[in-house]
T-cell receptor
Framework: QQQVKQSPQSLIVQKGGISIINCAYE??????FPWYQQFPGKGPALLIA?????SEKKEGRFTISFNKSAKQFSLHIMDSQPGDSATYFC????????????FGQGTELSVKP | GAVVSQHPSRVICKSGTSVKIECRSL??????MFWYRQFPKKSLMLMAT?????????EQGVEKDKFLINHASLTLSTLTVTSAHPEDSSFYIC?????????????FGPGTRLLVL
């Protein structure tokens, strides 16, 4: 059972455009939703994260939008750059599980110059 | 910031041999570490939770006798793939919660690429 569903699987965006990746979760006990960026052959790195009591969080060019009633959240990358080309994973966790993460399937983003 | 290292970064072994992968928290202590497995162009799948001084907690479907986990100290967890076979070839990644709230301070290692011939 996939607890966190992510789409699209791959995404091609022109430089300067907006990249949008969507995730949906099933378990309402999740209370922390991070996004990770992973480059080939490397471990994932935390990009930005949100908790359900907030509907939006922005850090630089990265914004998370969160819809608690729909159990959905999305990552928006504004002014996408070729250096943003990577695989992005949404994830979810529960407070009482010590940081254990359930990952979405991943989105391979390619930003064309 | 907090750093997690893994060793080796890549390993090639023959089918039937055992391979040990180390995960270290370099500048903080971690009573819990997590081991993930990632196939090419796939997501990270949680294999087990490594607990310092006690047995690891394995996710459903992960063979305990196949993937031995030992968390012998507050800075080191090891994953041993026993009697490795080609289907065990994968990218293994560990993570550890750093100082502060565990959810918000997960640090990932750089991963270990295992190829079983």
């Amino acid at each position: 059972q996939q607890q966190v569903k992510q789409s699209p699987q791959s995404l091609i965006v022109q430089k300067g455009g907006i990249s949008i990746i969507n995730c949906a979760y099933e378990n309402t006990a999740f209370d922390y939703f991070p996004w990770y960026q992973q480059f080939p052959g490397k471990g994932p790195a935390l990009l930005i994260a949100i908790r359900p009591d907030v509907s939006e969080k922005k850090e630089g060019r990265f914004t998370i939008s969160f819809n608690k009633s729909a159990k959905q959240f999305s990552l928006h990358i504004m002014d996408s750059q070729p250096g943003d080309s990577a695989t992005y994973f949404c994830a979810a966790s529960k407070e009482n599980q010590g940081g254990k993460l359930i990952f979405g399937q991943g989105t391979e983003l390619s930003v064309k110059p | 910031g907090a750093v997690v290292s893994q060793h080796p970064s890549r390993v090639i072994c023959k089918s039937g041999t055992s391979v040990k992968i180390e995960c270290r928290s370099l500048d903080f202590q971690a009573t819990t570490m997590f081991w993930y497995r990632q196939f090419p162009k796939k997501s990270l799948m949680l294999m087990a939770t490594s607990n310092e001084g006690s047995k690891a907690t394995y996710e459903q479907g992960v063979e305990k006798d196949k993937f031995l986990i030992n968390h012998a100290s507050l800075t080191l967890s090891t994953l041993t793939v026993t009697s490795a076979h080609p289907e065990d070839s994968s990218f293994y990644i560990c993570s550890a919660p750093g100082p502060g709230r565990a959810q918000e301070t997960q640090y990932f290692g750089p991963g270990t690429r295992l190829l079983v011939l």
